[in-house]
């Protein structure tokens, strides 16, 4: 077993994005919650229901391209409810955002009918846009409005302030700062976040999450380690001594001829991230689906 990691990450900026949610939920007609189908659960923001006053979800399940698909299928039943739609999509490619707009019309089937009843046919839908960092969200954004509006990066906080996007379908788009929640109470979700690249880098032993990553797979996806590394994970192995053999097989030294750990550490989250270890789901289903 790998050291423990806690891992909690709560910015100044964070607090100040809570705020502009909270101000602004009143003004918009639903939320649209950008989650990671790699981790659906860990993805979501707790406090979101709280801080949008309960308004009409739609959960956009993005970056299926990277997640295992059998699984995003199970994921997309558990998480639709009669007050919540679910669509996937992968920005990439652009599959699944053309989705959007139906789904919103018709989470808001009745709200648009009022409209309509009373003479304002033409009456913008406005949607907030939500998610914690590094989701994907303002990607989904612009595949979304059909142009660059939104700053995409791979770095958790760079979307900043307030901004509305019009949409050609009669939609307004409010996007709003990556968001997460000031305590991570399971262990778990801060690993997976930390993991996806919602929580920063820089403040994580990165030793640490990559020997966690390597034992995760072990359990879930021994096979992806087999293939990828050239080893297959033994039970017993820990994270760090499966860091090293995969060290060993890539030739990572430092001086003095050492296994260069964290230089492999390193290429296993990138490698994660960026899908070269093939299509995985990390959270696990709740015991009763």
Avoid at 36 to 55: C, F, G
Wanted: hydrophobic share 40%; glycine share 8%; net charge positive.
């Amino acid at each position: 077993m790998s050291e423990e990691l806690n891992i909690q990450w709560f910015p100044g900026h964070m607090a100040k994005a809570r705020r502009m949610v909270t101000e602004n939920a009143k003004l918009v007609d639903a939320i649209c919650e950008v989650i990671d189908a790699r981790v659906p659960i860990s993805s979501r923001n707790p406090e979101v229901t709280q801080l949008t006053q309960d308004k009409p979800r739609l959960v956009v399940l993005n970056r299926t391209d990277l997640a295992d698909p059998d699984k995003t299928h199970k994921w997309m039943r558990i998480l639709h409810s009669s007050q919540v739609e679910v669509i996937e999509t992968d920005c990439k490619s652009g599959k699944g955002t053309k989705a959007f707009s139906g789904a919103i019309k018709k989470l808001l089937r009745e709200k648009i009918e009022y409209y309509a009843a009373k003479g304002q046919q033409g009456r913008k839908i406005r949607v907030m846009v939500i998610g914690i960092p590094n989701v994907g969200k303002s990607s989904f954004i612009n595949r979304v409005a059909g142009k660059r509006v939104a700053a995409a990066s791979d770095r958790p906080g760079v979307t900043r302030g307030k901004q509305w996007i019009s949409l050609e379908n009669g939609i307004e788009l409010l996007d709003t700062p990556g968001l997460l929640w000031p305590k991570f109470d399971d262990r778990t979700v801060g690993e997976n976040l930390a993991f996806t690249g919602a929580v920063k880098d820089d403040i994580l032993d990165v030793e640490a999450l990559g020997a966690r990553l390597m034992e995760k797979l072990r359990d879930m996806y021994p096979e992806t380690i087999k293939k990828r590394y050239g080893f297959y994970p033994e039970s017993t192995m820990s994270g760090i001594e499966m860091l090293e053999l995969g060290a060993k097989r890539r030739g990572f030294l430092i001086s003095g001829g050492e296994l260069d750990i964290d230089r492999m550490a390193k290429i296993l989250l990138d490698e994660f991230r960026g899908g070269a270890l093939g299509r995985i789901t990390l959270d696990t289903f709740p015991e009763v689906v």
